[in-house]
C-alpha cells in the first residue's frame, strides 16, 4: 500500500483542510474507480506530485504522476500487467523509496 496508516492520515488531513486539493485532485478520478481504488491513487498523486511539478528546466510533468498512478493501481485492483521494470519503479514509489 501507498505509505501506511501515517501518510494516509496525512494525505486525509490535507484532503479535508483544503477544499482546493480535493477539488483539483478529484478531476482526474476516473468514472470506474471504486472508493478504495481512488483514495489509494490520489494518495500516490499527492505524494509524489512535487517530483515532478518542479523540475530542473522550469516545467511541469503532470501526465507522468497521473500515469504511474494507474499502472501502479491497475495491477493491484483490477489485476492488469505491465511490464516488469514499470512495475518495480512503481512500487519502489509506493513504497517511498523513489
Keep these: 500500500m501507498v505509505g501506511g496508516e501515517g501518510t494516509s492520515a496525512a494525505v486525509e488531513e490535507l484532503v479535508k483542510g483544503s477544499g482546493q486539493v480535493a477539488e483539483f485532485a478529484e478531476q482526474f478520478r476516473a468514472y470506474s474507480e471504486s472508493e478504495k481504488h481512488w483514495q489509494a491513487r490520489m494518495e500516490f498523486i499527492l505524494r509524489h506530485l ?46 517511498g523509496s523513489k
Design 50 to 95: 512535487p517530483h515532478y511539478r518542479h523540475r530542473p528546466d522550469g516545467g511541469s510533468r503532470l501526465d507522468q504522476p497521473l500515469a504511474l498512478s494507474m499502472v501502479w493501481g491497475h495491477p493491484l485492483f483490477l489485476g492488469c500487467g505491465y511490464n516488469k521494470e514499470l512495475l518495480d519503479k512503481v512500487i519502489e514509489m509506493a513504497d
